[in-house]
């Protein structure tokens, strides 16, 4: 039994824990898939949770290239200017720059899963049908 039946209606964006909304929603999905109860609602629903998700790839794309070029000039003016404050601001860059890069990852990753999901769910509706 689906433990919460409103997850269709779940919207990413009001979700202030993007990874965490990504496990319930998949436990969702996982949940409907077994149960083979999909229906082209559960497609159109996927879909724009798709959209979603590509959007914030997208953001996070851009800042992660915009933090990454910041933090090569710092890195170059740290080689011609011995400075704390610019040691310790490329310090604090490289590990935004880490954590951008990780949870990019993440995102990647989750939407290559979400379209072979997509293929599924297409397969079991045209199935059912």
Known sequence: MIANN??????????????????VYETYLEEKLNQNT????DLSNHRAQIAYLQ?????????TCVVSIILFLTFMLCLF??????????IILIILDFFYVRHYYVLENT???W?????EIIEK???VE
Do not use: A, F, G
Request: aromatic share 6%.
């Open 38 to 41: 999909l229906n082209h609602q």
């Open 111 to 113: 939407i290559q899963h």
């Open 6 to 23: 409103n997850i269709c209606n779940l919207n990413l964006v009001e979700v202030m824990n993007l990874t965490e909304n990504i496990k």
């Open 115 to 119: 379209y072979r999901v997509e293929t």
């Open 55 to 63: 959007h914030e790839r997208y953001i996070h794309l851009l800042v």
């Open 81 to 90: 200017q011995d400075s704390l404050l610019l040691y310790l601001l490329l």
């Open 125 to 127: 509706v045209q199935n």
